[in-house]
């Protein structure tokens, strides 16, 4: 007794789709769960915290609460905000682990790290991201 091909085929396709799509469901939680936030104040001429520890994906939001301007101004890398005036913002995301020195351009006093941790994922999810992020 052998099976229609259509039915095999069809069957085949059906063992596939049940391997596969809850793999996609996963992959799709974990990329809805991935979006964080973390917060760094900017006053009295510093950052605060001076060291921020996340994970890759976290968007760091910089508020100056300060009456002066101040900037995040990346140390090593293209990031950054321009001037900053009192109660203005910025956002960036990280992408890729590392730590990420940043200062302010105005005063050479300001200096600050974010340290962005590998995400609980497996290792090679981070290897496989392009370079450059
Ligand atoms: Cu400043």
């Not at 915290?49 to 300060?66: A, H, I, R």
Request: include cysteine; proline fraction near 6%.
């Amino acid at each position: 007794m052998s099976l229609p091909r259509s039915l095999a085929t069809a069957l085949l396709a059906a063992t596939l789709a049940g391997s596969i799509f809850p793999l996609t469901a996963r992959m799709g939680q974990a990329a809805a769960a991935a979006p964080r936030r973390a917060h760094v104040t900017i006053q009295n001429f510093a950052f605060a915290p001076l060291t921020l520890k996340v994970s890759v994906g976290t968007t760091v939001v910089w508020t100056n609460k300060d009456t002066v301007a101040h900037t995040v101004t990346a140390t090593h890398g293209r990031w950054g905000s321009g001037t900053l005036n009192q109660g203005q913002t910025y956002a960036y995301t990280f992408k890729k682990p590392g730590t990420y020195a940043y200062r302010c351009a105005f005063h050479s006093s300001m200096v600050a790290t974010v340290i962005v941790g590998a995400p609980g994922h497996k290792p090679r999810a981070v290897v496989a991201r392009p370079a450059g992020y």
